[in-house]
């Protein structure tokens, strides 16, 4: 039964090994890297007024007058401005790695990137709407929601997608886990 053990220990060893260096490369290279050089892909920078024009409609929709100009979303007598790390992109991120480097089939990971990435967008929609409803009514709360509150609700809602569908479908593949 010890010998059993020892030789299950060297190769879930490899696999978690596997799994950090797999993980931190990819989250390095999409948002470590990028962001201690002051830059993001430029696919990031087009995310600003997509997401400036989402946020302004939704405003518009709960009945604030709403304008968007670029990456400004200007209601009442103050406003937003989108930037990078408003986007998600942080958060998709570390999502986006934790999936690839997960061992498990390329369907498994195509289907979690497919429902999370989206999931992830509308959380940080949300996010961004309840900031902005603050900014509107409770200044005061803004810095505290925007810095605290938020940056850890994104965080755990990651990693409760992360968990369901390590839960749900990674661990249950019939198939033999592979990594990217």
Known sequence: M??????????????VARFLIVFFALWALLWAVPYMLGTFPPGVKRLCPITATWLGNILSLLGFHATVDGVFVNYGSTGLAIIAECTGYTAMALFF??????????????IGLAVGIPL????????LVVMAVVLAYRPRY??????????????????AIVVFWIERLASREKTRPVSC
């Open 2 to 15: 010890r010998q059993r053990q020892e030789r299950k220990s060297p190769s879930s060893k490899r696999r």
């Open 97 to 110: 790695s934790v999936i690839v480097a997960y061992p498990s089939s390329i369907v498994a990971k195509l």
């Open 120 to 127: 992830i967008l509308a959380f940080n929609m949300l996010r």
């Open 142 to 159: 803004f810095e505290f929601a925007h810095l605290y509150f938020w940056q850890v609700a994104l965080i755990i809602f990651v990693v």
